[in-house]
């Protein structure tokens, strides 16, 4: 079963440290994988997509990597501030999913970044 | 660009009745797609669209209808709203299902309360 996890499920920081949310994912057959932001009551963010082709993706204060090998992810924010508290979501699109276009979604990991 | 909107933002329902959850994007993206959103069970796919004319099922399509009469609009319709179906929904689009560097825009969702 294709299945993404997501650990911790909460994370609080003191503002200004260097964080790594990690996403682990059953099945080395991803087409891509993406990192979202989900604000509590609110959308999904996009903040980075890797392709299977890729290690990592910058954006910012945001680097992802992906490990095919391991089946992992790691998303790392640098110089947290208190507006990256926020529920990080990795997704995974895998080449067998048929063609539907289907994401398949870790639970989150909740981050709270202190003043 | 207004990017994915969704409207309700809230709805409350009775049990039986039936109501249709608005999806509109503006990006002239071919697909689109529906999650809901509960705890615990993460994000799954509902229906999805490959284009006009064009729906399949998802993963748990039971309950629910979709059409794609435009390439703009893919709404959702319950046909007989259940306890169960309480849940956040979120549509979703993106220029195709893969392409190099593709990213799915996800909408505010809308809230669900099915007594």
């Known amino acids: 079963k294709q299945e993404v996890t997501q650990i911790p499920a909460a994370l609080s920081v003191p503002e200004g440290e260097n964080l790594v949310l990690n996403c682990s994912f059953t099945?080395?057959?991803?087409?891509?994988l993406q990192w979202f932001r989900q604000d509590p009551g609110k959308g999904l963010t996009s903040l980075l997509l890797?392709?299977?082709?890729?290690r990592e993706q910058t954006s910012g204060r945001l680097n992802a990597s992906l490990d095919k090998s391991s089946g992992r992810s790691t998303l790392y924010i640098a110089a947290s501030q208190p507006g990256d508290s926020a529920t990080y979501l990795c997704?995974?699109?895998?080449?067998?999913?048929?063609?539907?276009?289907?994401?398949?979604f870790g639970q989150g990991t909740t981050l709270q970044v202190k003043p | 660009n207004a990017g994915v909107t969704q409207t309700p933002k809230f709805q409350v329902l009775k049990t039986g009745q039936s109501m249709t959850l608005q999806c509109a994007q503006d990006?002239?993206?071919?697909?689109m797609s529906w999650y809901r959103q509960d705890p615990g069970m993460g994000l799954r796919l509902i229906h999805y669209?490959?284009?006009?004319?064009?729906?399949d099922q998802g993963e748990v399509p039971n309950g629910y209808n979709v059409s794609r009469s435009t390439t703009e609009d893919f709404p959702l319709r319950l046909l007989s709203a259940a306890p169960s179906q309480t849940s956040v929904y979120f549509c979703?689009?993106?220029?195709?299902?893969?392409?190099?560097?593709?990213?799915?825009?996800f909408g505010p969702g809308t809230r669900l309360l099915v007594l």
């Open positions: 990006m002239n993206h071919e697909y």
């Open positions: 669209s490959v284009g006009a004319g064009i729906t």
């Open positions: 099945d080395s057959a991803i087409y891509n």
């Open positions: 979703a689009s993106s220029y195709s299902i893969r392409g190099t560097g593709e990213t799915q825009y």
């Open positions: 890797i392709q299977s082709s890729q």
């Open positions: 997704a995974a699109d895998y080449d067998g999913s048929s063609n539907t276009g289907k994401l398949i």
